[in-house]
C-alpha cells in the first residue's frame, strides 16, 4: 500500500531557531499533502494544504510566515517551524494522497516537536 | 463548513465482545467519503474503514464494519471480537471529492478512545 514517510521522528530545539520536518511519499506522487497539528488528547487540526508547484494554502488562525510549506516536487513536502517558541511544540503530521479517484488519505508517522 | 460529532470520549470494552463507535456529521454536499482512522500510543494514523457516500452498501473490513445512515448523516464503527490490539483513539473524519479549495480535506470528529479489557 501507498506508504508515506515524515522526518524526523522527534526533534528538540532551542527557543528562537527553526527545524524544518519533511514529509515524502514513497510509491506513489502527491499532488497535494496537507499538515496538521495535534496536541496531547485532541484531534487533528488541519493547518495547511501543500500543492506541488504552488504556495501553499493556510487554515485560519495559522500563520503562514511561522510555518512555511513547501511542495518543491510530487513527492516532497517540507514545514519549516521559524523562530520556535515553547507554545510550538506539538505533534505534527502530513499526509498525502494518491491521485486515483477515491484514494484515504495516508498519514506520516508524525513529528514530535519539543521547542525549549 | 462540515462539522464531525464523536460524542462518546471514552469507551471500553471486553476482550472478544462488540463495541460500537458512534459518529455523527453534517454537511451540505451531497458527494463525499467518510473514515474511521485508528490512532494507537505510537500515534500512527491507521485507516480502518471507509465508506462512499453514494455507495448504500456497508462497508467491512475484517472485524469492522460500519452502518452509514446517509439521511441521519450517521456513521457508526463497529469492532466484532475486540482484541487488545485495538486499544487506541478511534477518530471519524469527513472528506469532501468536489473539485477546487477544501477538496480532498479530511475533517475529524475529537476521537473516541478505546480501551480493551483483558
Known amino acids: 500500500g501507498a506508504v508515506v514517510s515524515q522526518h524526523p521522528s522527534r526533534v528538540i530545539c532551542k527557543s528562537g531557531t527553526s527545524v524544518k520536518i519533511e514529509c515524502r511519499s514513497l510509491?506513489?506522487?502527491?499532488?497535494?499533502m496537507f499538515w496538521y497539528r495535534q496536541f496531547p488528547k485532541q484531534s487533528l487540526m488541519l493547518m495547511a494544504t501543500?500543492?506541488?508547484?504552488?504556495?501553499?494554502?493556510?487554515e485560519q488562525g495559522v500563520e503562514k510566515d511561522k510555518f512555511l510549506i513547501n511542495h518543491a516536487s510530487l513527492t516532497l513536502s517540507t514545514l519549516t517551524v521559524t523562530s520556535a517558541h515553547p507554545e510550538d511544540s506539538s505533534f505534527y503530521i502530513c499526509?498525502?494522497?494518491?491521485?486515483?479517484?477515491?484514494?484515504?488519505?495516508?498519514f506520516g508517522n508524525g513529528t514530535r516537536l519539543t521547542v525549549t | 463548513a462540515q462539522t464531525v460529532t464523536q460524542s462518546q470520549p471514552e469507551m471500553s470494552v471486553q476482550e472478544a465482545e462488540t463495541v460500537t463507535l458512534s459518529c455523527t456529521y453534517d454537511?451540505?454536499?451531497?458527494?463525499?467519503?467518510l473514515f474511521w482512522y485508528k490512532q494507537p500510543p505510537s500515534r500512527q494514523m491507521i485507516l480502518v474503514i471507509r465508506?462512499?457516500?453514494?455507495?448504500?452498501q456497508n462497508a467491512t473490513e475484517n472485524r469492522f464494519s460500519v452502518n452509514f445512515q446517509k439521511a441521519a448523516k450517521s456513521f457508526s464503527l463497529k469492532i466484532s471480537d475486540s482484541q487488545l490490539g485495538d486499544t487506541a483513539m478511534y477518530f471519524c473524519?469527513?472528506?469532501?471529492?468536489?473539485?477546487?479549495?477544501?477538496?480532498?480535506?479530511?475533517?475529524f470528529g475529537k476521537g473516541t478512545k478505546l480501551s480493551v479489557i483483558p
Open positions: 499526509s498525502a494522497r494518491a491521485p486515483q479517484a477515491g484514494s484515504p488519505l495516508h
Open positions: 510509491d506513489f506522487q502527491a499532488t497535494t
Open positions: 501543500s500543492n506541488e508547484g504552488s504556495k501553499a494554502t493556510y
Open positions: 454537511t451540505s454536499e451531497n458527494n463525499y467519503y
Open positions: 465508506q462512499e457516500a453514494y455507495k448504500q
Open positions: 473524519a469527513f472528506m469532501n471529492i468536489y473539485s477546487g479549495a477544501g477538496s480532498y480535506q479530511l475533517t
